[in-house]
Nanobody
Framework: QVQLVESGGGLVQPGGSLRLSCAASGIIIEIYSMYWYRQAPGKQRELVAGIISGGSTRYVSSVKGRFTISRDNAKNTGYLQMNSLKSEDTAVYYC?????????????WGQGTQVTVSS
C-alpha cells in the first residue's frame, strides 16, 4: 500500500508564498505522474497542476506564472511552490499520484492540507 502525505499548508497573507510537499511512501516501483488538486468550500475539486515522469507540466490558467510544480524522483516527493497567493487560492490542497507498486498500477490520494490566504 502506498501512502501520500501532504505538508506545508497554513495561513499566509495575500501576496505571500507557501511550498507544499507530497511525500509518497511504501513499496514504489515508479511514479508516473503527480498532481495537485484543490477544493474550496462549496466548490468542486479542481486540478491545479500536474507533472509527468518526463517532466512535462501543466497548470490551470488561474495559477500560471504563480505556481510551480516539481518532483524529486529520488525522494518520491512532489512539490507545489505557490507565490503571489490570492484569497481565491484558499482551499484544501490534495496530492494525487499515478503509481506502479507491488499490486500494479494504482491511483492514490493524500489526506489534504489546508491553505488559507487572508490578511
Amino acid at each position: 500500500q502506498v501512502q501520500l502525505v501532504e505538508s506545508g499548508g497554513g495561513l499566509v497573507q495575500p501576496g505571500g508564498s507557501l511550498r507544499l510537499s507530497c511525500a509518497a511512501s511504501g513499496i514504489i516501483i515508479e511514479i508516473y505522474s503527480m498532481y495537485w488538486y484543490r477544493q474550496a468550500p462549496g466548490k468542486q475539486r479542481e486540478l491545479v497542476a500536474g507533472i509527468i515522469s518526463g517532466g512535462s507540466t501543466r497548470y490551470v490558467s488561474s495559477v500560471k506564472g504563480r505556481f510551480t510544480i516539481s518532483r524529486d524522483n529520488a525522494k518520491n516527493t512532489g512539490y507545489l511552490q505557490m507565490n503571489s497567493l490570492k484569497s481565491e487560492d484558499t482551499a484544501v490542497y490534495y496530492c494525487n499520484a499515478d503509481v506502479r507498486d507491488i499490486r500494479g498500477r494504482n491511483e492514490y490520494w493524500g489526506q489534504g492540507t489546508q491553505v488559507t490566504v487572508s490578511s
